[in-house]
């Protein structure tokens, strides 16, 4: 539909209207100092969950260490969980500071299961501070005021216990620049879906950012679930359990990350949508007896013809980390 033919909407939720005035602030609203000064005795842990990033994680682990460790005693542990690289990502990350650990060797009693929701859920029974700040590993031009304005509601605010990055996201390739062009699956799938059935997180600015700050008492009183389903399916679990009160929203300024194809991002939407699905049916919504297929279908140009490629975009859920023998808990 032309921009022109499209229908107005309801206004926001009052609800969300009073939430965005509450609840939003800026990097640049958390300065450093003052930080410190609310930190008292809580811990920070940040972690960084990373599969093949050997070209960005150092510089990220590097600015978070020289920046919130070194100048200012302000992160208590940087933890990178190795998400099954082929590449010398754990190395390079362990050469800029951080505490690298292999996602396979967290629990390994446990059978394997695969994805960044894995990663982080691993990285619950590896970090071991009070508040984890989670920072994807493929940004560009990192500053460390993502992790500072992440903590800064947290820790200034005990009423606020889930803090959610946004951000202006530019969409870059081959030397061109679209200002607004990136988050495709954020527009086209996370946003219309929380808008149907979630509209009371209608004022996420950016529902699937990798950047992300909490509480670990509601972290691990959270299901996480596999692959990138993860971020939808925590955000819509933290509402459940803490309320919207509880979440806080910070702008970052700009993310530039490492974009991949759409076809990448076909099998993420699908698990996207698989989630939403799970949650749905959790929360008692669905009337349709029948569950979802899993299977994404796909094609590529093969000569004349097609290649069909078929993949499963099924998404697995680990429980809540606290209800898991031996979980130790935040001890930095
Ligand atoms: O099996 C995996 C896959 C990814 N990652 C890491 O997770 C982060 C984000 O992955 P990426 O593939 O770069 O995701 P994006 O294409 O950027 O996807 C966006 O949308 C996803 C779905 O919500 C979120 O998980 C991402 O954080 C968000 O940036 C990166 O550090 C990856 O190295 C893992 O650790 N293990
Ligand atoms: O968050 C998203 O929507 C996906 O990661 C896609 O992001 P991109 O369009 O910036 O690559």
Redesign the pocket.
């Known amino acids: 539909m032309a921009e022109s033919q499209k229908r107005e909407g309801d206004p926001l939720l009052p609800q969300v209207q009073e939430w965005l005035r509450n609840r939003m602030s800026s990097a640049a609203d958390w300065p450093v100092d003052k930080l410190l000064a609310a930190k008292g005795d809580t811990t920070v842990s940040v972690v960084?969950?990373?599969?093949?990033?050997r070209e960005t994680v150092g510089e990220i682990v590097g600015a978070i260490r020289r920046d919130l460790v070194e100048s200012a005693p302000l992160v208590d542990e940087i933890v990178v969980?190795d998400?099954?690289s082929v590449d010398d990502t754990a190395e390079v990350a362990a050469a800029a500071g951080a505490r690298v650990v292999a996602?396979d060797a967290v629990l390994p009693q446990l059978p394997p299961m695969?994805?960044?929701g894995?990663?982080l859920w691993k990285s619950m029974h590896v970090a071991r501070g009070d508040v984890i700040v989670f920072v994807?590993?493929?940004l560009r031009e990192f500053s460390s005021s993502f992790v500072t304005g992440l903590l800064g509601p947290l820790l200034t605010d005990p009423s606020v216990r889930y803090v959610k990055a946004c951000y202006d996201r530019p969409y870059v390739s081959g030397g061109t620049t679209v200002a607004h062009g990136g988050g495709r699956?954020?527009e086209l799938v996370?946003r219309p879906l929380i808008n149907m059935h979630w509209p009371v997180l209608a004022g996420v600015l950016q529902p699937?950012?990798?950047e992300y700050a909490g509480r670990r008492e509601v972290l691990e009183r959270l299901p996480f679930v596999t692959?990138?389903g993860?971020?939808?399916g925590m955000l819509i679990d933290v509402l459940e359990l803490a309320g919207l009160d509880a979440i806080a929203q910070v702008d970052l300024g700009v993310r530039l990350?490492?974009?991949?194809s759409a076809e990448a991002?076909g099998g993420?939407s699908g698990q996207?949508m698989q989630t939403a699905w799970s949650r749905l049916e959790r929360q008692g919504r669905v009337v349709r007896l029948e569950p979802p297929s899993t299977t994404l279908t796909q094609f590529r140009r093969d000569g004349d013809g097609h290649e069909v490629r078929t993949s499963s975009v099924a998404v697995d859920e680990r429980p809540p980390a606290i209800v898991v023998p031996d979980y130790v808990g935040s001890t930095v």
């Open positions: 960084l969950p990373a599969r093949n990033e969980i998400s099954r996602q695969s994805g960044k894995e990663a994807d590993a493929d699956v954020t996370a699937l950012s990798g692959g990138y993860v971020e939808l990350h490492r974009h991949q991002l993420m996207i």
